[in-house]
């Protein structure tokens, strides 16, 4: 019985599986995908295992969520007795892209100059940036997890859109898409100043009136 040893990196549980790899003849080498054994990472992601003289290969058949599996054929080969293989197996994180698209609330038109942020669930601040000329901002290598988006500053002439828009990564190379919409600010007519004009020229208006009555009675009079 030999001992043989490899160690996984970067991860802490996933879970491998051994195939023997059986040699036919000198030239020809045919898998026969006899299962050895099936087991799961430490805390630490080791795994050590013994293994009798002979040719294997190992690969991943599952991993932490946030990762991507790493389904490679890795092959190795006990030799000699008391040998310590060492094997590593690298796990990427999941990463996508976000496609942000600021609008009007029509959808007609697109609005550059807006400024946002992103936060992780957990209000922790990754991102600040400004739409660009066609109302877009793109990221891309966001990592797996839950995220939102604020909107820090308007574009000239719309109101401010303070609502939270989540939005979530969840499988390597994802592209997700979010849109958001801003009302534009309608300028109301103040009244106020409008009536000041309409008093005066109404009492003007009744001043005129009754000078035109005072001199209709006198000269009545002088009749």
Request: with cysteine; aromatic share 12%; glycine share 4%.
């Given at each position: 019985?030999?001992?043989?040893?490899?160690?996984?990196?970067?991860?802490?549980?996933?879970?491998?599986?051994?195939?023997?790899?059986?040699?036919?003849?000198?030239?020809?080498?045919?898998?026969?995908?006899?299962?050895?054994?099936?087991?799961?990472?430490?805390?630490?992601?080791?795994?050590?295992?013994?293994?009798?003289?002979?040719?294997?290969?190992?690969?991943?058949?599952?991993?932490?969520?946030?990762?991507?599996?790493?389904?490679?054929?890795?092959?190795?080969?006990?030799?000699?007795?008391?040998?310590?293989?060492?094997?590593?197996?690298?796990?990427?994180?999941?990463?996508?892209?976000?496609?942000?698209?600021?609008?009007?609330?029509?959808?007609?038109?697109?609005?550059?100059?807006?400024?946002?942020?992103?936060?992780?669930?957990?209000?922790?601040?990754?991102?600040t940036g400004?739409?660009?000329?066609?109302?877009?901002?793109?990221?891309?290598?966001?990592?797996?997890?839950?995220?939102?988006?604020?909107?820090?500053?308007?574009?000239?002439?719309?109101?401010?859109?303070?609502?939270?828009?989540?939005?979530?990564?969840?499988?390597?190379?994802?592209?997700?898409?979010?849109?958001?919409?801003?009302?534009?600010?309608?300028?109301?007519?103040?009244?106020?100043?409008?009536?000041?004009?309409?008093?005066?020229?109404?009492?003007?208006?009744?001043?005129?009136?009754?000078?035109?009555?005072?001199?209709?009675a006198k000269?009545?009079?002088?009749?």
């Amino acid at each position: 019985m030999l001992f043989s040893f490899w160690t996984c990196k970067y991860i802490k549980t996933f879970t491998i599986i051994f195939f023997l790899n059986t040699d036919i003849t000198k030239v020809i080498s045919i898998l026969e995908d006899n299962l050895i054994k099936e087991v799961i990472t430490n805390d630490n992601g080791l795994i050590e295992i013994e293994l009798e003289y002979g040719k294997y290969y190992f690969k991943e058949i599952s991993t932490l969520d946030n990762y991507v599996l790493n389904d490679e054929k890795h092959y190795f080969e006990v030799k000699t007795d008391g040998e310590i293989i060492e094997e590593k197996i690298v796990n990427e994180f999941i990463k996508g892209t976000l496609e942000f698209t600021k609008t009007d609330f029509s959808e007609s038109k697109t609005l550059p100059n807006t400024t946002i942020e992103i936060y992780t669930i957990n209000d922790e601040l990754i991102y600040t940036g400004t739409t660009d000329e066609n109302g877009m901002i793109i990221i891309d290598k966001i990592e797996y997890g839950k995220y939102y988006i604020l909107e820090k500053e308007a574009p000239e002439g719309y109101q401010l859109n303070t609502e939270k828009m989540y939005f979530e990564i969840k499988e390597d190379g994802e592209i997700v898409k979010c849109k958001m919409k801003d009302e534009i600010i309608i300028e109301v007519p103040n009244t106020e100043k409008n009536e000041v004009p309409y008093l005066e020229i109404s009492s003007l208006l009744l001043a005129l009136a009754g000078i035109g009555v005072i001199l209709y009675a006198k000269n009545k009079k002088n009749k």
